[in-house]
């Protein structure tokens, strides 16, 4: 379950990182949310992304997304 607030493609900003975890193969990989959202709508829901990805290592649908905080970088 996505964190409260977060329950959208367009939810997400640039200190939100989106990863599909796939149990068959173990295989995680970090998603490009602005990309997604072009292809698919930024008011896709999170669940319902989910339903739509495939696994390109084995083809089998991923059990879990991860919603990660990015900790801003502290350029000077």
Known sequence: ???LGLNTLADLGASHAIYADCDACSRSIRLDAARLGTLHGPQLSIAELRH????RNCGARPRQI???????????
């Open 66 to 76: 991860r919603i990660v905080y990015v900790v801003p970088s502290r350029r000077r």
């Open 1 to 3: 379950v996505p964190p």
């Open 52 to 55: 739509r990805l495939t696994c």
